[in-house]
């Protein structure tokens, strides 16, 4: 059964501050691992990192990859208060009958204190 | 631009009581997906679908059930509501399912069960 752990569960900073979200993850036949931030409503999808994608930036947002370790972390530097969400990380199997199934961690909630 | 679109975006329901949730995306993505998302719990596949008029079940499809009659639509239904389906759901579409990819969300249904 494919296991996805978020740490930590929750996160309170003040604007400025710079943080590192952590997933660890066991997945047979890893395709891939996805970074969604979730404020009110719907997951939004951030980055997703492959075999051929290890690292990927998108403004104060970044992502890596350890394949060999089995994690992934997301920063966030400059830290504001619209990045207070809950954020999840997810991983997809390869595969035809893996449908692109998202197998989902618990999920860090990051509070971000003006 | 809708994307994903979810309805109701509330209901309160009795024990027993039935009621159908609607998905609706605008992408022509062949892949659908349903998910509840609990506390603590991250999000948790209930059923999916992989085109038009197939549907499966994901890791939690007891007490629900789904189809999809058109390629636009997937419906989740509650055959006689119990508390323990006290939750927030959401649908997902992804235009390459086992091919890997994100997904995209709707912005949910919160459902309450008295």
């Known amino acids: 059964e494919d296991k996805v752990v978020q740490s930590p569960l929750s996160l309170v900073v003040h604007e400025g501050d710079t943080v590192t979200l952590n997933c660890s993850y066991e997945v047979t036949n890893f395709r891939s691992l996805l970074w969604y931030k979730q404020e009110k409503k719907a997951p939004t999808f951030l980055f997703m990192l492959?075999?051929?994608?290890i690292e990927k930036k998108s403004g104060r947002l970044s992502s890596i990859l350890d394949k060999k370790e089995l994690f992934s972390i997301l920063n966030i530097t400059a830290t504001q208060t619209g990045d207070s969400a809950i954020y999840l990380c997810?991983?997809?199997?390869?595969?035809?009958?893996?449908?692109?199934?998202?197998?989902f961690g618990q999920g860090t909630i990051l509070t971000v204190h003006p | 631009n809708a994307g994903v679109t979810q309805t109701p975006k509330f209901r309160v329901l009795k024990t027993g009581q039935s009621m159908t949730l609607l998905c609706a995306q605008d992408?022509?993505?062949?892949?659908m997906y349903w998910y509840r998302q609990d506390p603590g719990m991250g999000l948790r596949l209930i059923h999916y679908s992989v085109g038009e008029g197939t549907t499966a079940k994901g890791e939690v499809p007891d007490g629900y059930n789904v189809s999809r009659l058109k390629k636009q639509n997937f419906l989740l239904g509650l055959e006689s509501a119990a508390p323990s389906q006290t939750s927030v759901y959401f649908c997902a579409s992804s235009a390459r399912g086992g091919r890997g990819g994100p997904q995209h969300f709707g912005d949910g249904t919160r459902l309450s069960i008295l």
């Open positions: 997810a991983v997809q199997r390869t595969g035809g009958t893996s449908y692109g199934k998202l197998t």
């Open positions: 492959t075999s051929s994608g």
């Open positions: 992408m022509n993505h062949e892949y």
